[in-house]
């Protein structure tokens, strides 16, 4: 998927009028993995004696991002022939517009925090919203219109991730009940919707270069789950968190089987899918650690930050110097084609 827009003469000319895409969803990604940042080093706080103030920086940083995602998105849409509805029926687009409020619902339990009634407001109503976007996409996968070459791993978005994360942000805002409903939903729609991507993944041939780092998205489920689950139970080792932790380390070792084909890929703003299930790992990672307590065990859960940190920075320095590399050649030729125009039309 590419972000681009192709120019002619503004209308009343007599010929084409300027066609402007919608902005892929897949840039929602960009709020996602920096929430999976600021969850690290808020986990960082609670865990390993970092300031608060680190955590809610980052916080800060989330808001903008997403508010600021959410705008430029409703913006540039106002101004495309495309409407809202084909891009959330795309095949590959479609199931990410569930970062919106997935974002929100972690954006929400963060400020309960300090602001309980604007929090709780804030995490119910992107869970609402989170509810009704994955009935209705259910309901449309329903209708037969998908083929299985379209599945990838952003379809865990709307039912999984959003019910493990509205497990969690639940529970801290004071409402078990939704809590262990949320959860049983994420988990059983990680059963289905992973069978159905690991067969997909198995038989059909492989993804496109630009859908590729989706595959990453099976590190999370484990990770966001057994996170779910030390929020509702409480930090220890029990059956279900030792299972959910062995499930982690199997889908980690997977991704470092994948890491030669990650390497081969052309950089893109869908390396951001690489950025949230790292997070989540790395911080289920810390919660582990210090439940097993062993000495020296902070030491490896620093190691784990500074790798999240890393990881993601770089991914943003790279976001910027593509995005600005894209504007300028957007500007140039821009400026090349109203030029023509003039040319045209002897001015």
């Known amino acids: 998927m590419t972000d681009a827009t192709t120019a002619g003469s503004p209308p009343g000319r007599g ?3 300027r066609t402007i895409q919608r902005i892929p969803l897949n840039t929602l990604a960009i709020a996602f993995g920096l929430a999976g940042l600021a969850g690290i080093w808020t986990t ?4 390993l004696g970092v300031p608060d103030i680190v955590g809610q920086l980052l916080w800060g940083v989330v808001v903008v991002a997403w508010l600021w995602l959410i705008v430029a998105h409703l913006r540039r849409g106002a101004r495309s022939a ?6 959330l029926r795309h095949p590959a687009q479609g199931p990410i517009a569930a970062l919106v409020p997935v974002v929100g619902m972690l ?7 300090f602001v309980p009634v604007a929090g709780s407001i804030l995490v119910i109503a992107s869970l609402v919203v989170g509810a009704c976007f994955a009935g209705w996409i259910l309901a449309f996968w329903h209708a037969g219109n998908l083929s299985p070459e379209a599945f990838h791993g952003g379809y865990l978005l709307p039912t999984v991730a959003a019910g493990l994360i509205a497990a969690t942000t639940s529970f801290r805002i004071g409402l078990p009940g939704l809590a262990i409903g949320a959860f049983a939903v994420g988990i059983f729609f990680w059963i289905v919707i992973s069978t159905v991507l690991l067969a997909r993944l198995a038989f059909f041939p492989p993804l496109p270069a ?10 999370a489920p484990p990770a966001v789950a057994g996170t779910a689950w030390f929020t509702i139970n409480g930090e220890r080792a029990d059956l279900v968190s030792m299972a959910l932790l062995g499930l982690l380390v199997l889908m980690a070792l997977q991704q ?3 890491l030669p084909r990650y390497r081969v890929l052309p950089f893109s703003l869908g390396f951001w899918s690489f950025t949230f299930p790292l997070a989540a790992a790395g911080g289920y990672g ?16 620093w190691l784990l930050v500074v790798v999240v940190t890393a ?34 039309e002897g001015r």
Not at 107 to 113: E, F, N, P, S, V
């Open 107 to 113: 954006i929400g339990a963060d400020l309960y925090r």
């Open 82 to 87: 495309e409407t809202l509805g084909a891009q």
């Open 210 to 219: 630009a859908l590729t780092p989706t595959c990453a998205i099976l590190l």
């Open 256 to 258: 470092v089987a994948l």
């Open 15 to 17: 010929t084409p009028k």
């Open 286 to 301: 810390i919660q582990w650690l210090s439940v097993v307590g062993f000495p020296g065990w902070q030491a490896v859960a």
């Open 311 to 344: 990881v993601i920075v770089a991914i943003a320095i790279r976001s910027l110097l593509l995005v600005t590399s894209v504007r300028r050649g957007a500007r140039r030729a821009e400026n090349v084609l109203r030029r023509a125009d003039d040319l045209v």
């Open 44 to 47: 960082a706080g609670r865990l």
